[in-house]
């Protein structure tokens, strides 16, 4: 029972580590066509019909699908240790 409740305390607290990890990783995969055309400028092309600000906000989306898959399969672990015990 014990072993269970430490498994809960530590999904909600890395929770959001995990949710900014899982940002970053997703992010830097759907940015890696994005390229400055110019050596002193700040306007970023991308290739691929998405706009930074579009990719950004679609890596937040996919990094929360992430973690609900995550938090399902946590979940999961948690309740075959309760049965085990």
Not at 59 to 73: F, H, N, W
Request: hydrophobic share 50%.
């Amino acid at each position: 029972m014990r072993k269970a409740r430490n498994l809960t305390l530590s999904l909600v607290v890395s929770a959001p580590l995990l949710l900014l990890a899982n940002w970053f990783i997703v992010s830097a995969i759907l940015r890696s066509s994005c390229a400055l055309p110019y050596e002193g400028g700040n306007i970023t092309e991308c290739v691929g019909g998405l706009s930074e600000e579009e990719s950004s906000a679609v890596s937040a989306l996919i990094a929360l699908m992430i973690l609900a898959i995550q938090a399902v399969s946590a979940a999961l672990l948690i309740r075959r240790s309760r049965s085990t015990s």
